[in-house]
C-alpha cells in the first residue's frame, strides 16, 4: 500500500482517532471527502500500482494516461457530485483453486475501481477503530507473516485442539441488507450509502465480488461480529491468569485453536456452537466437508495461510511446532513456472531468468518464515535443471550440461535467483493507520 498525500493521510488518521475514541460515534458528512480529487488521485495510483487487467470497457491505464489522469479523474468527481454515477458490470475471470476447483473474480473496470479505492480510503479509517487483533486480511500493517506465527504461539502454548473453518461460499452468500446495516452503525451518510448500494448491486442481489478493491474491507465488516465473539471467549475463559483459547482469521478463513487441558473439554463444543449461531445471524453456512476439528496431539495436521502445520518433539525433547509450504502451493509454483520456459523456449535464457526471479522472490520471501529448508531445496534444484535444459536446447544439445555449466554461471553471472536462505524477520510495531 503506498502512502496516501499528506493532506488525506493526517485526514484519516483524524478520523480512526475519533472512531477509536468514541465507539459510538457516527461519521456524518464524509462523502465529500471520497469525492476530492486528492482521495481519487491517490485511489488511481493505488489501482494502477496493482496493475490490474482491465474491465469490460476495455480502458486501460495507458489509453486514461494518454488522454489525461486530471481529466478521468474531473469527470469521476463531477459524477459523483452530481449522483449520476453508475458502475459497469464487472468482467468475469475464473482461476483456478485447489482440488481442481475453479474461483471467480469480478473484476471492474479502472473507473470503478478508482470509485471503489476512494469508498475504502476513508471507510477503512474508521472500521479499523472497530476490528479485533484477531483479523489480519487486507487490513493496513498486517500481514499474513503475523497471523502464521500467531497460530504456531498458541499451538506451542498447549492450545493444540483445533477448529479449522470453512466458510460455504462466503464471498457470495453476503446479504446486502445486513452488511449495509453494519456499515450505518458507524456511517450517519446517506450519500455514503446510496454509493454502495449503487456498487453492491452491480454483483446481483446478494454477495460482494472478489476482485474490487473494496471487497476485503466489506468482507472484514460483515465477519467482525464472529471476531468480537472470539474475543469475548478469549476474556471469559482467561479469568485464572492464562489464556485458553486463540483464533486468527484471514478474510474467510479462520482457525481456532483451545486449550489441551481436560478443565476446557467442553469449550471445543460450546465455541463450535457459538459460531454456528452467529453464522447463522448472517446468512452464512459452514462447509462441512472441509470444516475439521483436529487434535494436534494425535499427529493429526492442519493447513493456514498456504503453511501445514505439525505438532513434533524438538532436538531438545520437548513439544514444537513446525510449518511447511503446502503440497499445491509448492505444485502452483512450479506449474507457473514450468509456463514461463514454455512460452519463451525460443528466447535468451536471460529473458526467462528476468521473468522468473520476480515470481521465485515473492514464494521464498513468503515460506521462508517457515519450516521450508527441504521444500526450497527441492525448487531450486528443479528451477536449476530447468535453467540448464533451456541453454542445452538452445544449441540443440541433449541432457542438462553438468559439466559445461557450472553453479557460478547461474547464479553469478546469469543472475538466476538463489536466496533460499530460512530468515525471522523482526517486524516493528507502528500505528495501523497512515
Known amino acids: 500500500m503506498i502512502k496516501a498525500a499528506i493532506d488525506l493521510q493526517d485526514l484519516r488518521r483524524k478520523i480512526y482517532m475519533k472512531a477509536k475514541a468514541n ?13 476530492k480529487i486528492e482521495t481519487l488521485y491517490t485511489s488511481y495510483k493505488l489501482a494502477k500500482q496493482n496493475n490490474g487487467a482491465p474491465g469490460l470497457d476495455g480502458v486501460t491505464f495507458n489509453k486514461i494516461e494518454l488522454a489525461g489522469v486530471d481529466k478521468f479523474l474531473q469527470s469521476i468527481r463531477d459524477d459523483l457530485l452530481a449522483k449520476t454515477y453508475y458502475p459497469l458490470k464487472n468482467r468475469k475471470q475464473e482461476i483456478p483453486k485447489s482440488g481442481g476447483k475453479l474461483r471467480t473474480l469480478s473484476i471492474p473496470c479502472i473507473k470503478d475501481r478508482v470509485v ?6 476513508i471507510l477503512e479509517a474508521i472500521f479499523e477503530a472497530d476490528f479485533q487483533p484477531g483479523s489480519y486480511g487486507y487490513r493496513p500493517k498486517r500481514t499474513a507473516v503475523k497471523a502464521v506465527e500467531k497460530v504456531t504461539i498458541a ?29 450505518a452503525i458507524r456511517v450517519n451518510d446517506h450519500e455514503v450509502i446510496w454509493l454502495l448500494k449503487r456498487i453492491l448491486k452491480v454483483g446481483g442481489k446478494r454477495g460482494v465480488p472478489q476482485g474490487g478493491p473494496l471487497s476485503p474491507l466489506m468482507s472484514n465488516i460483515y465477519l467482525n461480529e464472529i471476531d468480537k465473539m472470539l474475543e469475548r471467549a478469549k476474556a ?17 478463513d479462520i482457525i481456532i485453536l483451545i486449550d489441551n487441558y481436560r478443565k476446557w473439554d467442553w469449550l471445543m463444543h460450546s465455541v463450535y456452537k457459538r459460531l454456528c449461531e452467529e453464522l447463522s445471524k448472517l446468512g452464512v453456512t459452514l462447509n462441512l466437508e472441509k470444516t475439521r476439528q483436529i487434535e494436534l496431539k494425535k499427529n493429526e495436521t492442519f493447513s493456514f495461510l498456504g503453511f501445514v502445520f505439525r505438532r513434533i518433539k524438538t532436538r531438545q525433547g520437548k513439544w514444537g511446532i513446525i510449518k511447511t509450504p503446502k503440497m499445491e502451493a509448492r505444485t502452483k509454483l512450479l506449474r507457473k513456472l514450468k509456463e514461463v520456459f514454455r512460452r519463451h523456449g525460443s528466447q535468451p535464457i536471460e529473458r526467462v531468468i528476468y521473468l522468473i526471479n520476480p515470481i521465485l522472490r515473492g514464494w521464498v520471501n513468503y515460506y521462508r518464515i517457515g519450516n521450508s529448508s527441504w521444500c526450497f531445496t527441492y525448487v531450486k534444484d528443479w528451477v536449476e535443471k530447468k535453467t540448464r535444459r533451456h541453454l542445452m536446447r538452445a544449441r540443440s544439445w541433449q541432457g542438462f550440461g553438468w559439466e559445461r555449466w557450472n553453479k557460478q554461471l547461474l547464479y553469478q553471472i546469469l543472475g538466476l535467483y538463489s536466496d533460499y536462505k530460512i530468515r525471522y524477520y523482526q517486524l516493528p510495531k507502528v500505528s495501523p493507520i497512515r
Not at 471503489?116 to 480510503?121: E, H, I, N, P, R
Not at 446479504?175 to 446495516?181: C, S
Not at 471469559?236 to 486463540?246: A, K, L, M, P, V
Open 23 to 35: 465507539k459510538s460515534w457516527r461519521f456524518w458528512g464524509i462523502y465529500v471527502h471520497i469525492c
Open 116 to 121: 471503489q479505492g476512494a469508498v475504502k480510503l
Open 155 to 183: 499451538a506451542i502454548k498447549n492450545m493444540t485442539r483445533v477448529i479449522d473453518l470453512d466458510l460455504k461460499s462466503y464471498f457470495d452468500t453476503v446479504q446486502h441488507d445486513i452488511l449495509l446495516g453494519k456499515i
Open 236 to 252: 471469559f475463559t482467561s479469568s485464572d491468569g492464562y489464556q485458553h483459547i486463540e483464533y486468527a482469521r484471514w478474510a474467510d
